[in-house]
């Protein structure tokens, strides 16, 4: 199984001998464009960003609600 192994791996026949630039010199440097900023915060309008903070507050307020009864604190 393993007994073609080196010869496998120093064949260099599915390999092109190609000259990558990575940095070609022939353009011009630009400076990149300002975006403009679209007033979305994580890709949410106004009313999706308020709609997520209100339950936030719900779900804040429940737990806190939960945290004193458990302890005893207010008793229904």
Partial sequence: ??????????????FDE?????????????TPARRRKSGQFLGMTAQQ??????????????LGLLCVVVFQKFVF
Wanted: hydrophobic share 45%; net charge negative.
């Fill in 18 to 30: 190609q000259q990558v630039e990575f940095f070609p010199e022939d353009k011009p440097a630009t």
């Fill in 49 to 62: 960003r308020f709609l997520v903070s209100v339950m936030l507050m719900v779900a804040t307020c429940i």
């Fill in 1 to 14: 199984m393993f007994d073609g192994l080196r010869n496998d791996a120093s064949d260099t026949t599915g």
